[in-house]
């Protein structure tokens, strides 16, 4: 459907019926996984998350937030290295978190909470996270600063916000050929033929999604406008760089006071 007469509500941006939605995120979700496990920046992303918890300082029980969780992919790594841990996984498309959930039966994961919901409609009581994690969802979320300030008060004094968002325009030509490369060079020209089959949908969704960022409907930033975003918002910046071949920011954050 062309995004001009797609005017379904936008489970990530909350956008009414009157505005179009770029992103068809119900279609997304049924590919979301092809390419995301073929994509080497994506599996990195989930590494080095893995390898800076043990610099967040958590609890040996902590309670993770993961918010635009997707289809939990993140928790189900995080799951491996904290046993103990209670997680929410917390998204607003259904069909996500359908996904999730079979993955969480799948892997026994019996400590995970989904909340199904706009991330800028959630309620959480104040110093209820050890850790909240945030990867590719804020440029989509509005209102922003509000979202921002309402995570700060969710986390425990010195609790610890760590965000991952895609600020710069999405060249889908460059991303295609990178991952057919790496395809080719993992499994061969049939793995190749086997993303491509299973995958259309997921490259369509993010064609439309870069047509949302030229029109405004999702956020652009450098990562100098991140940072002060966070700031804004009242976060104490500890790491500040660039990821996913420079198309994102990274931040680790703690909130000192709330």
Same mark, same amino acid.
């Given at each position: 459907?062309?995004?001009?007469?797609?005017?379904?509500?936008?489970?990530?941006?909350?956008?009414?019926?009157?505005?179009?939605? %770029?992103?068809?995120?119900?279609?997304?979700?049924? +590919?979301?996984?092809?390419?995301?496990?073929? *994509?080497?920046?994506?599996? %990195?992303?989930?590494?080095?998350?893995?390898?800076?918890?043990?610099?967040?300082?958590?609890?040996?029980?902590?309670?993770?937030?993961?918010?635009?969780?997707?289809?939990? *992919?993140?928790?189900?790594?995080?799951?491996?290295?904290?046993?103990?841990?209670?997680?929410?996984?917390?998204?607003?498309?259904?069909?996500? *978190?359908?996904?999730?959930?079979?993955?969480?039966?799948?892997?026994?994961?019996?400590?995970?909470?989904?909340? #199904?919901?706009?991330?800028?409609?959630?309620?959480?009581?104040?110093?209820?996270?050890?850790?909240?994690?945030? $990867?590719?969802?804020?440029?989509?979320?509005?209102?922003?600063?509000?979202?921002?300030?309402?995570?700060?008060?969710?986390?425990?004094?010195?609790?610890?916000?760590? !965000?991952?968002?895609?600020?710069?325009?999405?060249?889908?030509?460059?991303?295609?050929?990178? !991952?057919?490369?790496?395809? !080719?060079?993992?499994?061969?020209?049939?793995? $190749?033929?086997?993303?491509?089959?299973?995958?259309?949908?997921?490259?369509? +969704?993010?064609?439309?999604?870069?047509?949302?960022?030229?029109?405004?409907?999702?956020?652009? #930033?450098?990562?100098?406008?991140?940072?002060?975003?966070?700031?804004?918002?009242?976060?104490?910046?500890?790491?500040?760089?660039?990821?996913?071949?420079?198309?994102?920011?990274?931040?680790?954050?703690?909130?000192?006071?709330?």
């Amino acid at each position: 459907m062309d995004a001009t007469s797609d005017v379904a509500h936008d489970p990530l941006t909350g956008a009414s019926p009157s505005q179009p939605r %770029e992103i068809d995120w119900d279609a997304y979700a049924t +590919q979301y996984d092809v390419l995301a496990t073929a *994509n080497p920046s994506y599996r %990195e992303n989930i590494e080095i998350l893995r390898s800076l918890i043990s610099g967040f300082d958590l609890p040996q029980d902590p309670v993770i937030c993961d918010v635009g969780a997707g289809t939990g *992919n993140f928790i189900c790594a995080l799951a491996q290295d904290l046993p103990n841990a209670k997680f929410v996984h917390l998204d607003a498309d259904e069909t996500m *978190n359908q996904i999730a959930r079979e993955k969480y039966q799948a892997a026994g994961l019996s400590n995970v909470e989904i909340k #199904h919901c706009l991330a800028s409609d959630a309620n959480f009581s104040a110093g209820a996270f050890d850790l909240i994690i945030c $990867v590719n969802a804020l440029y989509a979320i509005r209102p922003r600063d509000e979202f921002l300030k309402k995570a700060k008060q969710w986390l425990k004094p010195n609790g610890t916000f760590f !965000i991952i968002d895609f600020g710069r325009r999405l060249d889908t030509l460059s991303w295609s050929l990178y !991952i057919i490369g790496s395809v !080719i060079k993992e499994g061969g020209l049939r793995e $190749v033929v086997r993303i491509l089959r299973n995958g259309l949908e997921t490259l369509r +969704q993010n064609r439309r999604g870069s047509k949302g960022q030229a029109n405004g409907l999702y956020w652009l #930033h450098s990562t100098e406008e991140f940072a002060d975003e966070l700031t804004r918002a009242g976060y104490n910046i500890d790491q500040l760089r660039t990821c996913y071949r420079g198309y994102c920011d990274l931040a680790v954050c703690r909130s000192t006071q709330n």
